[in-house]
């Protein structure tokens, strides 16, 4: 006799399944290091912004902690770095900064940098 079998496979589409769990696992694992890379790439910038800050604060620290701030917010600004702090005392300046993320999701915070310029202390020549 020639006609249709019985009975189906009992894995018919199993495959189908398999893959579409395959191919979703394989994008949250992009999504993940996407956001894994993003926040390494801020705080980065973070650390960055807060350095170069802290230098152009310290070559003003003599003329007062609001021009040496001034200058150390001229720095910061076009990096996308906020600052957060700024603090002068005698020589030294002492420069906090925040950037944030392009996308607001909830697990994405923002990366700080923190950074120090002024004379070197324990440093015999």
């Given at each position: 006799m020639n006609g249709p079998p019985a009975?189906?496979?009992a894995d018919d589409g199993f495959a189908t399944v398999w893959a579409a769990s395959a191919v979703a696992a394989l994008l949250v694992l992009t999504?993940?290091?996407?956001q894994?890379?993003?926040a390494v790439v801020r705080r980065h910038q973070a650390e960055a912004?807060?350095?170069?800050?802290?230098l152009a604060a310290a070559v003003h620290a003599a003329?007062?902690?609001?021009?040496?701030?001034?200058h150390a917010l001229r720095v910061t600004e076009p990096m996308s770095a906020r600052m957060t702090a700024c603090r002068v005392t005698g020589w030294e300046v002492?420069?906090?900064?925040?950037?944030?993320?392009?996308?607001d999701l909830p697990w994405s915070g923002a990366a700080r940098?923190?950074?120090?310029a002024g004379p070197a202390t324990g440093t015999e020549y």
């Open positions: 009975s189906t496979p999504v993940f290091a996407v894994l890379g993003a912004a807060a350095d170069l800050a802290a003329d007062g902690e609001p021009v040496a701030c001034a002492t420069i906090a900064v925040e950037v944030l993320p392009g996308v940098g923190r950074a120090r």
